[in-house]
Structure formats: structure tokens, C-alpha cells
């Protein structure tokens, strides 16, 4: 972006997550840095197991407690700290200032209570000052660009399809005005032209609200067609970070190279597929 | 496509309906769910065919109608020349050998409380009756050294694998039996990129080896193209269009098509 370099509102620095399991400590993510200014995608992409998902659930204590997991490091949200809040302070950051849209939109939604009544379930915990809560219900689908807000508010998960699911989510985190959406897979479950409609909704919230968006995902297509900057994830640990055209252009890091290599393309018909283990072994 | 030989697949004019009920006893019964409503198309031997569409397209649906994981309610499937649609369970019974299928989610498709042997032996157990256990051993491990596992793995259970692992015990379970058709019902959807590309080379050095035919079942138009020597595109049960990857996902002449290639992000 060519804006001027505004303060950042949320600060990591060498955020890390460890997971205890009787005599057995995983290293789930260590290292890990990165600064997320107002209007700003940053894509987390990586493997399964990269520790990708994990240092996002950190930042609003979303993990088990201390001593099956302990988060270290420093993340800053506007020169307040969130690691070792208490729950109460957290519960007030969590969808008020970061919220979050998960892969699986048909597993988020509860089963047995209509979408109205889930997104004003929300609004009432995190934003309480707010008067007429079915307004606010009615405003998020609308933004959202559901046509029919009201019919979708009386309507339970399995009465929507895939999309209108996803987009129920979206709404319901931006009920409560959070100014990052960390969006964790948001389309892997969905077909492509779902996903689209999908990508271009969030890529509208974010220069009409000047939302930050921390998406992660491991699809390097939707990674350049909408990120500002890039940071790849293998085993827990940061390989390869920086802006969008840089790491998709010229990656640095073999991992990456590798990864950007795996993919077919349509349109480049090559007889066999590249693997990651030929990159890593080329170089 | 070589007209002389005849496909080792044909399907005519294939229809799956689902009857669905009533809401309530005293409303009427509304029209069949059409999942696929008049599909022709012909897999040549040694060939694969892509079949791609969104979901709720008809593409699994179709897949699974060749094998009778769906029911058919008109059309001809013709495998080798045969007619399935007339035969009985005990003359089906040949062509569950002769035709095999991969799943798209290999963390639900294998048995969790049975080891690899028990997975690979049993379609050995059921098609080849006579094998005595110590050459059916000898055969599982064959058959996951050509998946690049080792002997060594035939003692482990499904939770011990990784998923491109499991979709590897998938596929020694499909070849167990040496079959001639494979049905690949989104083999690589729920992998990671990186193991994406070793499955699917994987694949495709095992139609060169063995000789195997594909219909190839996805979503994602890159490995379809990558994969397909002639594709299907599927909407609400219907074939839009078909014809050879370079034509159909590079210059489409309908508006699906079109529609589902400028969804696909670009990089």
C-alpha cells in the first residue's frame, strides 16, 4: 500500500505457543512477528500443522488454559497488550475488536437456534450499549449483501446453502464492529464461484471499513489476488515474510518456492506435477 | 480418442432421481430430486475423463451410479460392451472387481479399528478366495510399496498416517484387486498442495504402469485440466459442455464454463 506508514494497530513480536500433553511438549509456533495496520490484509499461509491457525487463536486467549498450553511473546492491539489478559479483558477484545470466521460455517452455526437469533446473541455480549439489537441484526446481513435480510435472520443453519452460511458468519462478526476479522480458512469449504462472491464481499468490507484482515489460508491464488503482505509457515515457525508480489514473485525461501511450484495452473499444461520434495532437493 | 476400439465405458442417457417425501402426509408429494438427468458420455480404455461442476452438480452422483452406490432410474452403463443396469447382484458381482473407487476424504473412508493389512486383505479375501493368507501378505505389502509405504506400515492403524498417507492406503485398497477402471471421486480435494502433487503423480504413474482407466471426479479446473484427456463439465445434473481440456477449460463456448474459469483466482 502506498499510504503513509500509520501506527499499526496490532504488534506481534515473537509470539509463541506450546502445547503440554502429559510428558510431551509440542512446539505448535515460535518466532512469530508481524505488524497489521487499519485496511490491511495480511495472508498466513502454510501446510496443515504449520502452526498457521494457532498463533491467531492465541492473541484472544482462544487456546486450552495454562498448563496444557502456554503463549509467550508480546501482541499489542493498539499499545495494549493481549497475551496474559484475564478472561474478563479478553472476552471485551474478543468480536468487539478481533473476531473471527471459521472454515466450516455449517460446524460454527448452532443447528438449533435461527440465524437472527445467533448474530444477536453477538451483539448483545459484545457490544451492550446497543438499543435495538434486531436493527443491528438486520444492518450486518444487509452488509453483507444478503438480498432478503429479514427471511435469513428467521432462518436456521440447514436451511441455507454454503455461502449464505459463510456470509451469516461474516455478518455476525461484523455485528460487533471488530476492527480485525481474522478469517481462517473462509472459503476452503466452498466451491469457486462461491468463493469469489466470497473474497469480493471481504475485499469491500475492508475498504469501505478499513477493517484488517488476517486471513489464513493455503490458496496462493486467493493470497495474491488479495493480500498486501505474505507470511509463510512451516512447522511452527516463520520462513518467508514480506509484500504480496515479492514472496509470490521472487520467494526467497525454498519451502515457498516449492510450495508456489506444487500448484497446477490452468492454462500451463506441464506433464508431471513439481513436488516440494524436488524444489527442496534442487536447491 | 481411437474410434476403432470400442470405450471400456459408456454411459447413455444416465439418470439418478431421488423420490422426495411429503413435508407432511396430507401435502403432496413433490417432484424427484433430478441428481443426474440425462448424462452420455464414454471413457476410452487407458484414458482419463474429468468430470467437473460445483457441488450439487451431479458429478458424484454420476460416479457413483457406474459402481451402484446410486441408484439408476434410466439410461445404459456400458462397461465393456455389458450392460450393468440389467445384471443381478451375483452377475454385478465381476465388475466390483473390475471397477474400483477412491474417496475423496481419507480420514472417514478407512476402517479406524482395523490395521492396513485388514483394509488391503479384505477385497483380496472377497475376490480372490483361493489366495492363502501368507500370499495375500505378500501381496498387501507389494501393494503398498507401489504406493511408496513400506511393508513395514501393514501392522498400523489409519490414525498413524498422515492424510496423504491414508489416501495413499486408499489407493493400494482400490488396486488390491487389480482393477481396470477407477473411479477417483475427489482424490486430492482435501490434501494439502504439497501432497496434492505427489498423489496425483502418483496416480498418474499408476495408469501408466498398470494400464489404468480413470473417471476423475473434482472441483478445482487446475487438476482437472493437469489430469484429463477429455472433460465433462457438469451443472444441476446436466452435462453443459465436453471435449478435450485444451479447448474446453482455455476457449469454452458456454457461459458455465466461462463463468466457473473467471472464478478461479489467477497468480
Known amino acids: 500500500m502506498t499510504e503513509m506508514p500509520s501506527e499499526p494497530l496490532l504488534q506481534v513480536r515473537d509470539l509463541g505457543v506450546t502445547f503440554q500433553s502429559g510428558s510431551r511438549t509440542t512446539v505448535a509456533a515460535t518466532g512469530v512477528s508481524f505488524d497489521l495496520r487499519a485496511g490491511e490484509v495480511l495472508a498466513v499461509v502454510g501446510e496443515s500443522g504449520s502452526g498457521k491457525s494457532v498463533s491467531s487463536l492465541a492473541l484472544t486467549g482462544l487456546l486450552p488454559p495454562s498448563p496444557a498450553c502456554e503463549v509467550t511473546g508480546s501482541a499489542r492491539l493498539e499499545g495494549r497488550e493481549l497475551i496474559g489478559l484475564t478472561e474478563d479483558a479478553l472476552t471485551r477484545v474478543r468480536g468487539r475488536r478481533i473476531a473471527y470466521v471459521f472454515q466450516e460455517p455449517g460446524t460454527s452455526l448452532n443447528p438449533v437456534y435461527d440465524i437472527g437469533f445467533q448474530i444477536a446473541e453477538a451483539v448483545r455480549l459484545h457490544r451492550p450499549e446497543v438499543r435495538d439489537v434486531d436493527a443491528a441484526v438486520l444492518t450486518a446481513l444487509s452488509e453483507v449483501r444478503i438480498d432478503d435480510p429479514a427471511r435469513v435472520a428467521r432462518s436456521y443453519p440447514h436451511e441455507l446453502s454454503g455461502g449464505m452460511q459463510q456470509r451469516a458468519m461474516i455478518a455476525m462478526a461484523l455485528a460487533c464492529g471488530p476492527d480485525i476479522l481474522v478469517a481462517d480458512e473462509p472459503t476452503t469449504a466452498l466451491d469457486v464461484t462461491i468463493q469469489k462472491e466470497i473474497m469480493d464481499l471481504l475485499a469491500r468490507l475492508r475498504a469501505e471499513k478499513r477493517m484488517a484482515i488476517l486471513l489464513i489460508t493455503h490458496n496462493f491464488g486467493i493470497v495474491s489476488s488479495f493480500a498486501d503482505h505474505v507470511q509463510v509457515m512451516r512447522n511452527g515457525r516463520v520462513v518467508e515474510q514480506g509484500p504480496t508480489a515479492q514472496v509470490m514473485h521472487s520467494p526467497r525461501d525454498p519451502y515457498t518456492r516449492g510450495l508456489i511450484a506444487c500448484i497446477p495452473r490452468l492454462g500451463q499444461k506441464r506433464r508431471r506435477l513439481t513436488t516440494l520434495r524436488d524444489e527442496l532437493r534442487a536447491s | ?267
Open chain 2, 1 to 267: 480418442m481411437n474410434p476403432s476400439t470400442p470405450p471400456l465405458l459408456e454411459v447413455r442417457d444416465l439418470a439418478v432421481h431421488y423420490p422426495v417425501r411429503a413435508p407432511w402426509f396430507f401435502m403432496p408429494t413433490p417432484g424427484p430430486k433430478k441428481a443426474v438427468d440425462g448424462v452420455s458420455f464414454s471413457v476410452p480404455r487407458g484414458q482419463t475423463v474429468g468430470v467437473v461442476g460445483e457441488s450439487g452438480s451431479g458429478k458424484s452422483t454420476t460416479g457413483k451410479a457406474v459402481i451402484r452406490l446410486a441408484p439408476v432410474t434410466r439410461g445404459a452403463i456400458l462397461y465393456d460392451g455389458v450392460d450393468l443396469t440389467g445384471l443381478g447382484s451375483a452377475d454385478f458381482h465381476p465388475y466390483r472387481k473390475r471397477i474400483q473407487m477412491i474417496f475423496q476424504d481419507p480420514y472417514n473412508s478407512l476402517n479406524p479399528r482395523t490395521d492396513v493389512f485388514g483394509i488391503l486383505s479384505e477385497p483380496l479375501e472377497i475376490h480372490f478366495p483361493a489366495m492363502s493368507r501368507s500370499e495375500r501378505e505378500a501381496r498387501c505389502e507389494q501393494l503398498l510399496r507401489s504406493v511408496q509405504l513400506t511393508g513395514d506400515d501393514l501392522r498400523k492403524h489409519p490414525h498413524e498416517f498422515s492424510g496423504g498417507q491414508r489416501q495413499r492406503i486408499g489407493i493400494a485398497r482400490a488396486l488390491a484387486v487389480q482393477p481396470e477402471l477407477i473411479i477417483c471421486d475427489e482424490p486430492v480435494s482435501a490434501l494439502d498442495v504439497s501432497v496434492q502433487a505427489e498423489v496425483v503423480n502418483l496416480l498418474q504413474d499408476l495408469q501408466e504402469s498398470l494400464g489404468l482407466t480413470y473417471l476423475f471426479i473434482g472441483h478445482d479446473l487446475a487438476v482437472i485440466e493437469h489430469v484429463s484427456d477429455h472433460v465433462l463439465v457438469m451443472n444441476a445434473g446436466r452435462i453443459v459442455e465436453q471435449g478435450p481440456p485444451e479447448t474446453i477449460l482455455r476457449d469454452p463456448r458456454e457461459e458455465y464454463t466461462r463463468r466457473l474459469l473467471e472464478a478461479v483466482p489467477k497468480f
